[in-house]
C-alpha cells in the first residue's frame, strides 16, 4: 500500500509565499492596463479634439496612484515577514519599480489630455499631425514591454530597449517643425508652445518604457543590462526651460 505524505508547514509556506508573488505580478499587469487605457485616451481625445474624453483621461489617473499605493503596501510587507532571497527578492523589487514607471506613464498621460483640452481652445495646427505617429508608437512600445514582463520575455524587452531610439528621432523632428511653425506666424506660439510640451511628455512614456525593459531584463537574468541606452539625435532644449502658457 502506497503511502501518502502530508505536506508540511514548509510546503503551505511557499504556496502561500506563491500566491503572494502572483497577486504582486498581477496587480502590476492590471496597472500596466489602466495606463494603457490612458494613453489610448489621451491619443483619442487629441486626434479627435475631444475636450469631454480629454477630461476622463485626466481624471482616471487617480486610479493608477490607487493601484501604485497597493503594489508598494504589499510589496513592503513582503519583505518585511518573508525576507526573500534570489528571483524572489527580484520578483519584489522589480514590482515596486515598475509600479512607479507606470504611474509616472500615467501622470504622462494625463498631462497630455489636459494640454489637449488647452490646444482645442485655438485652430487646428497643421503639425499636430505628426503627434498621432508619436502617440501610436508610445502605446506600442508600452504594450510591447508589459507583454515582456507577464511572460518574462528577455528578447521582447530588449527589442522594447532599442525601439524608443525611434521615439527619440520623432520627438526632435517635431520639435524643430513647431519651431519653424511659431517663426511664420507668432499667432501660433500658444498651441505649438503646448504640443512642445505634449511630445516631451510622450517622449518620456518611451523613457519610462525603457526603464521596465531594463528591469524585466534585471527579473529575469538577475544582472542589469550593460548595453549603452539607445537614443536618438536629441538636441533639444527642454521644454520645461521655455516659458509654459498656462493649463
Known sequence: ??????????????RSFDAELERLSNTVVR?????????????QALIRRDSVLAAEVAARDVDVDVLEQDIQDHAIRLLALRQPVAEDLRQIVGALRIAG????????????????MVV???PPVRVVAALPRMLGLAQEIVKEVLDAYVERDVDRAVAVWHRDEDLDALHTSLFRELVSYMSE????????????????????????ATNIAEMVHYLVLGRPL????PRGEDFLPDPGSLPDPQV
Open 31 to 43: 496597472t500596466g492596463g489602466v495606463v494603457e487605457a490612458q494613453l489610448a485616451g489621451a491619443a
Open 226 to 229: 550593460r548595453e549603452t541606452r
Open 101 to 116: 514607471d507606470l504611474e509616472r506613464v500615467g501622470d504622462y498621460a494625463a498631462n497630455v489630455a489636459k494640454r489637449s
Open 120 to 122: 482645442n481652445q485655438s
Open 1 to 14: 500500500m502506497a503511502l501518502t505524505v502530508a505536506p508540511g508547514p514548509n510546503d503551505h509556506t511557499v
Open 185 to 208: 506666424d507668432p499667432r501660433n506660439i500658444t498651441a505649438c508652445s503646448h504640443l512642445m510640451f505634449i511630445a516631451k511628455n510622450i517622449e518620456r512614456i518611451g523613457d519610462h
